[in-house]
């Protein structure tokens, strides 16, 4: 029987990222996959493929919407190649999941393919063409997440679908029906938007993105309804049904009005649920709450003390790059380290164009939490570098403590500010005030010009280009 230091069940960012740590700070480890290819969810059918897709299809749009403005002639039609298009994204995903092959064996990782599952707290079953048992220990649990469902749905999987068969489509909707107005559902909704298909999106509450700031819901929504998206708030879906090629859904509205939305697709993106049936986790004396999700203390530690559980099986946001800092952080714990997560910097973006990106507090939170606060904000159309590549569209807005001035949460939504979030969080690691950021110098002409004015705005209401 093999024996571990650390065994990782899954591989994705969490999973892989968590084993390369363990790896380098001395331990042996091993890492287990139930999948052929190492990355989990974001590599193989989450973020890699999605952003793929979102990138083709904004090529196509600037194609056949913005070239002529820029003086670009293209002579004759401009048309689709989806299976080029599905190709290309199906060959990112290959050249990163090698990354990832690479990665293990560079670092001295034993990887196992099978379902991983727990025999004791100490001795883990991995079910490949044969059954075998390794010794580990201690334990990660990284084992991600599934899309959700509604328990009325029936999913075919080819025309009633979740986000892993919308990467993989053979033709572009006609009618995309999105059951959800979050992160997922409008990534894909406007990747299938651009590609010439109606995109009709149905969400429960009363706003899209009901997590993130309402100035962004409200503005995110104002650019996709001007793109040619189409949003029912309100509205609870009820039923869904096929008939051939037909999708048809049902909902009631605020009114309790009951309103059918027919597409030749129709996308669940209601979320997604921890993956934790097939651990065994009794087994190990290991215990999950209503939601699935593996309970843990603050180091990650799951009841029973050698195992441990990070990303999308535990509470808090499913985010990859949060599963990344937590796998991180349990290896060094595990070896003696003393690390920590600030759980209120970890910045949260969704890819769509424009991009919107968030850390720290919204206004809504610092109301409900009763915190006097000052607001800054800044539009993108203002700045010379949003004008010169035609990308108008969002703001930045900066929320700081009324009587210290102290950075209590950025948001933001533009060109490039799922790259721009990163200053936000640097700024508020260090608690930097408005002021602070307001002195910075930043480059001339680029989209970072307004996190700076929008700090000034907050700072002494004064941006200087508007």
Known sequence: ??????????????????????SQLGMKTALIEKYNTLG??????????SKSLLDSSHHYEDATKHFSEHGIEVQ??????????????????????????YLMKKNKIEVFHGIGSFVDSTHIQIE????????????????????????FISLDKERIITSTEALNLKEIPKHLIVIGGGVIGLELGQVYNRLGAEVTVVEYADRITPVMDSSLSRELMKVMKKQGVN????????????????????????KEEEIQFKGDYCLVSVGRRPNTARLN????????????????????????????AIGDVVR???????AEEEGVMVAEFIAGQKPHI???????????????????????QLKEAEISYKSGQFPMRALGRARASMDTDGFVKILADKNTDEVLGVHMIGARVADLIAEAVTAMEFRASAEDIARMSHSHPTYAEAIKEAALAATENRPLHI
Request: glycine share 10%; proline share 4%.
């Open 342 to 364: 600030d759980y209120n910097l970890i910045p949260n973006v969704i890819y769509t164009w424009p991009e919107v990106a968030s850390v720290g507090k919204t206004e809504e």
């Open 40 to 49: 989990g969810t974001c590599l193989n059918v989450g973020c890699i493929p």
């Open 128 to 151: 490949e063409k044969k059954k075998h048992i390794i010794e580990a220990k201690k334990t990660i649990i990284a084992t991600g997440s599934k899309p959700g469902n509604l328990p």
């Open 231 to 254: 949003f029912y708030l309100s509205h609870s879906v009820n039923k869904v049904s096929r008939k051939g090629k037909e999708v048809k859904v049902t909902a009631l509205n605020k």
């Open 281 to 308: 986790v009794k087994a190990a004396g290991i215990k999950v709450n209503k939601l699935g999700q593996v309970e843990v203390n603050d180091h990650l530690q799951t009841s029973s003390s050698n195992i441990y």
């Open 1 to 22: 029987m093999s024996v571990f230091d650390v065994a990782i069940i899954g591989s994705g960012p969490g999973g892989y990222v968590a084993a390369i740590r363990c």
């Open 76 to 101: 004759g039609e401009i048309k689709i190649n989806f299976k080029q298009m599905i190709h290309r994204k199906a060959s990112v995903v290959d050249q990163t999941t090698k990354g990832i092959d």
């Open 316 to 322: 808090g946001a499913m985010l990859a790059h949060k």
